[in-house]
């Protein structure tokens, strides 16, 4: 692969992320202002623990989700849709090196969500545990399967389709994920099917191992693991590079 | 225009290629040499646009041979991607990004690019060279697709409908360039819908119909090969149509009037031809006031062909 021509693709990508407004809400904003409001407000109402340490492993997913699955799948799916990708692939860049700088860019977004998030979880009060470092192995983990989603809905669907798609995704998995409040709240229907998707399986295991005394609940691995394997493997059958 | 053609740039034999049942290119078969400008000339749904992308490595042949630079270009080729220049029919340019910014990303793909302002200057983009893209005229944004696909000195280019949006002065400003690029022996492989484009650019062109060339050469060759050289001429006072035809000794309905005035009958404009008619004008007392013969332009011949096989 041609390393110059990625650096260049990823400085360019990580520029447009910059510059789209809706982007920088939704894997900034909207992540930091859930952060602060649950954690003033409360509306998490907490049998046990604190709701920053309930909070900061839901927010730390839903920044991986915003990033992987929303601002990713939205900006690739307008890409196809204005022939950018068609064109980038008969250059020599090609489309692995495309794939391998979109990767570059979600990665770099994420360290510097990552570090705001943790950095005003500490200013608001919360105090960090060494299972932060297992912590990012899982968001990397979350990673892989909501770049998969978003890169199925891009190269599938009408990039205004792909729009509200992966928007109605978002708000689905955040009111479903265990991210701003507890599971358990839900109708225990719900809660079961909740407990299969992608965004609960990502924030229960994040704050398993965020835990004074932490582990990794199994079930929920199991099932992060299966959307980050069939996610991705299902958007490279599917995508289609030119709408 | 070069006489003497340089080597083999792009060679395909026999090419066939159906989508879900339907026949989009039908046995075609085109070379084009280094150094030499090809225009491929079609009606919408020919097979134009499927020909180029497939020797620009977007879709696959069915069947047949397609060679770029003697490579195939439907494998991931790195190094032919790297030696080829592309210009979409539309679109491929973020609409968010600006020109001088998207000149440098495509720049840095190539291992000896060429200068972006000056590229900006040259396709006469530098006053728009931060101008988003979203934000360009439709000519402006196919001047910064052209600017694009020449960034890495390709040997090969590929225009899609390079002058479809432009002004009368981008048209000739892209011209130009095209012709100097050929000049400096890149292959340059063209579709459009301007027969002045096809004329005025073109070493050779390709009449492309229902999947097929119907016909091929110099723009002068197929025009010729086509048309034998209809009379035209006017008159001062109306003519009897069926006597003039009958007394040139031909079908009552040969000779036609274009409009009123203007008439016209077939060629082949033998001298004879000629003379017969200014005799029966001065037998009928009808001054001339104007009298051609005109070879088929290249429209006609397209018009032609296309409709023949339609028929």
């Known amino acids: 692969m041609n390393a110059r021509a990625v650096v260049a693709q990823t400085r360019l990508e990580l520029s447009m992320t910059l510059r789209r407004g809706e982007s920088l809400l939704v894997t900034l904003v909207v992540p930091i202002g859930i952060l602060i409001f649950f954690s003033k407000v409360d509306a998490v109402q907490l049998t046990r623990g604190s709701a920053l340490n309930f909070l900061v492993p839901g927010v730390l997913s839903l920044a991986v989700m915003s990033s992987a699955m929303v601002s990713l799948g939205i900006a690739?799916?307008?890409?196809?849709?204005?022939?950018?990708?068609?064109?980038?692939?008969?250059?020599?860049?090609?489309?692995?090196?495309?794939?391998?700088?979109?990767?570059?860019?979600?990665?770099?977004?994420?360290?510097?969500?990552?570090?705001?998030?943790?950095?005003?979880?500490?200013?608001?009060g919360w105090k960090p545990t060494i299972g932060l470092v297992a912590a990012i192995g899982l968001l990397f983990i979350g990673t892989i399967a909501f770049a998969g989603i978003g890169m199925l809905m891009a190269g599938t669907l009408r990039a205004e389709a792909n729009l509200a798609a992966a928007n109605g995704l978002f708000l689905v998995f955040l009111f479903?994920?265990?991210?701003?409040?507890?599971?358990?709240?839900?109708?225990?229907?719900?809660?079961?099917?909740?407990?299969?998707?992608?965004?609960?399986?990502?924030?229960?295991?994040?704050?398993?191992?965020?835990?004074?005394?932490?582990?990794?609940?199994?079930?929920?691995?199991?099932v992060l693991l299966v959307w980050a394997v069939g996610a991705p493997l299902l958007a490279a059958k599917k995508f289609r590079w030119e709408e | 225009m070069s006489n003497s053609p340089g080597d083999l740039a792009i060679e395909v034999v026999d090419l066939k290629k159906h989508y879900n049942g339907r026949t989009a290119v039908d046995g075609l078969s085109l070379s084009v040499h280094k150094g030499e400008v090809f225009g491929l000339l079609g009606p919408n749904g020919a097979g134009k646009t499927t020909?180029?992308?497939?020797?620009?490595?977007?879709?696959?042949?069915?069947a047949g041979s397609v060679a770029v630079l003697g490579e195939d270009p439907s494998g991931?080729?790195?190094?032919?991607?790297?030696?080829?220049?592309?210009?979409?029919?539309?679109?491929?340019?973020?609409?968010?990004?600006?020109?001088?910014?998207?000149?440098?990303?495509?720049?840095?793909?190539?291992?000896?690019?060429?200068?972006?302002?000056?590229?900006?200057d040259l396709v006469?983009?530098?006053?728009?060279?931060?101008?988003?893209?979203?934000?360009?005229?439709?000519?402006?944004?196919?001047?910064?697709?052209?600017?694009v696909a020449?960034?890495?000195?390709?040997?090969?280019?590929?225009?899609?409908?390079p002058t479809g949006g432009m002004d009368p002065r981008a048209r000739a400003i892209t011209w130009q360039l095209v012709r100097d690029l050929a000049d400096s022996g890149v292959a340059v492989l063209l579709t459009t819908h301007q027969m002045d484009e096809a004329e005025h650019l073109c070493d050779r062109v390709g009449i492309i119909d229902h999947g097929k060339i119907v016909a091929e050469g110099t723009p002068t060759d197929v025009t010729s090969a086509g048309g034998d050289g209809t009379i035209r001429f006017i008159t001062a006072a109306p003519v009897d149509l069926?006597?003039?035809?009958?007394?040139?000794?031909?079908?009552?309905?040969?000779?036609?009037?274009?409009?009123?005035?203007?008439?016209?009958?077939?060629?082949?404009?033998?001298?004879?031809?000629?003379?017969?008619?200014?005799?029966?004008?001065?037998?009928?007392?009808?001054?001339?006031?104007?009298?051609?013969?005109?070879r088929a332009t290249l429209e006609e011949v397209f018009l032609r062909l296309t409709e023949e096989s339609r028929a």
């Open chain 1, 76 to 124: 690739t799916g307008f890409e196809r849709r204005y022939g950018v990708l068609k064109r980038l692939g008969s250059t020599p860049l090609g489309r692995s090196g495309l794939l391998t700088a979109k990767t570059l860019n979600i990665l770099a977004l994420e360290i510097f969500q990552f570090l705001l998030i943790v950095v005003a979880s500490i200013t608001l």
């Open chain 1, 176 to 222: 479903l994920g265990g991210m701003a409040y507890p599971l358990e709240r839900l109708p225990t229907a719900l809660e079961s099917i909740a407990r299969l998707l992608p965004a609960a399986a990502l924030s229960e295991c994040v704050r398993g191992v965020l835990e004074p005394a932490g582990s990794i609940p199994t079930r929920e691995l199991v």
């Open chain 2, 51 to 62: 020909t180029v992308e497939i020797l620009e490595g977007y879709r696959r042949a069915d």
């Open chain 2, 76 to 120: 991931n080729n790195a190094w032919l991607r790297s030696q080829v220049g592309v210009m979409l029919q539309d679109g491929g340019l973020y609409p968010g990004a600006k020109p001088l910014e998207i000149l440098k990303l495509f720049a840095a793909f190539y291992d000896n690019p060429r200068d972006p302002l000056e590229l900006l």
């Open chain 2, 124 to 147: 006469g983009l530098s006053d728009s060279s931060t101008t988003m893209v979203r934000r360009l005229s439709g000519g402006q944004a196919q001047r910064l697709s052209l600017a």
């Open chain 2, 150 to 161: 020449l960034v890495g000195r390709p040997q090969v280019l590929f225009l899609d409908e």
């Open chain 2, 242 to 294: 069926a006597a003039l035809s009958s007394a040139l000794g031909l079908p009552p309905d040969a000779v036609w009037e274009e409009r009123p005035g203007h008439y016209a009958l077939p060629g082949p404009a033998t001298p004879n031809l000629l003379a017969d008619l200014t005799a029966w004008l001065r037998d009928e007392e009808i001054t001339l006031a104007e009298l051609r013969t005109v």
